[in-house]
């Protein structure tokens, strides 16, 4: 599984990455995490606001730091 926490490296963007990493601990599953912070990158994806997260090239949330309850649902689909 590919995972990407898109943003510049604000807070939210930080959070959400960190949000991320739990998440994979919890669920116990092999997942590349990379946090991406050029905006030229970011803008392949189409995301506008920051932080996005991106599973496995899919576009799952932007501008808003997601909640541990949907970062686990959004994982688990892509499972």
Known sequence: MEIKVLGTG?????????AVL????EL????????V???DKIADYNVLMT????INGKVKVTGRVPKHKDILK?????M
């Open 74 to 78: 959004h994982i688990k689909d892509e």
């Open 37 to 39: 912070e050029e905006m």
């Open 28 to 35: 116990g599953i092999q997942a590349d995490v990379e946090k």
């Open 10 to 18: 604000c807070k939210k963007c930080k959070e959400t990455e960190k």
């Open 51 to 54: 932080p996005g997260l991106v």
């Open 22 to 25: 739990k998440a994979v601990e």
